[in-house]
């Protein structure tokens, strides 16, 4: 019987940095214990927020999101600090930088693998939630 070698490194997403307030961070690759809260987080807040709430109590949900991203490589970026130092579109970007960082690496399949489905990418879910709302 041949021996199959299953490349999970492959699954590792190529690096792709970010500056952010004079800081560097790494996007491309973000680890498990530092991505599931952050769709925990972000899944939360999909669930909690809704139309009549005012842009200031969204953008409250994304500063908690990206301080959750950056104070675990760097202790010095709470909300206080984002809030004080941190434009809106700079929040806003860095937001949707790590949601779709994230998305990206949870859709990877091993190259070369069959997935037992019709080829495609998606992930399926379970539970209530999904990383992204349809």
């Not at 690096?15 to 790494?26: A, C, D, I, N, Y």
């Not at 973000?30 to 972000?42: K, R, V």
């Not at 809704?50 to 010095?76: G, H, N, P, Q, T």
């Not at 949601?99 to 091993?110: G, L």
């Amino acid at each position: 019987m041949a021996q199959q070698l299953v490349n999970l490194d492959a699954l590792r997403a190529e690096s792709r940095k970010v500056l952010f307030l004079g800081h560097e961070f790494e996007i491309g690759y973000i680890p498990s214990g530092l991505a599931i809260p952050l769709i925990e987080n972000h899944n939360k807040d999909i669930q909690e927020q809704k139309e009549s709430d005012s842009k200031e109590k969204i953008m409250s949900d994304e500063i908690r999101a990206v301080s959750l991203f950056c104070s675990f490589y760097d202790s010095a970026f709470t909300e206080d600090f984002l809030r004080k130092h941190a434009s809106k579109a700079q929040i806003d970007s860095m937001y949707t930088m790590l949601i779709f960082a994230i998305y990206e690496n949870f859709v990877k399949t091993v190259p070369g693998e069959k997935t037992g489905e019709d080829e495609s990418t998606e992930k399926k879910t379970t539970g209530e939630h999904s990383l992204i709302k349809r």
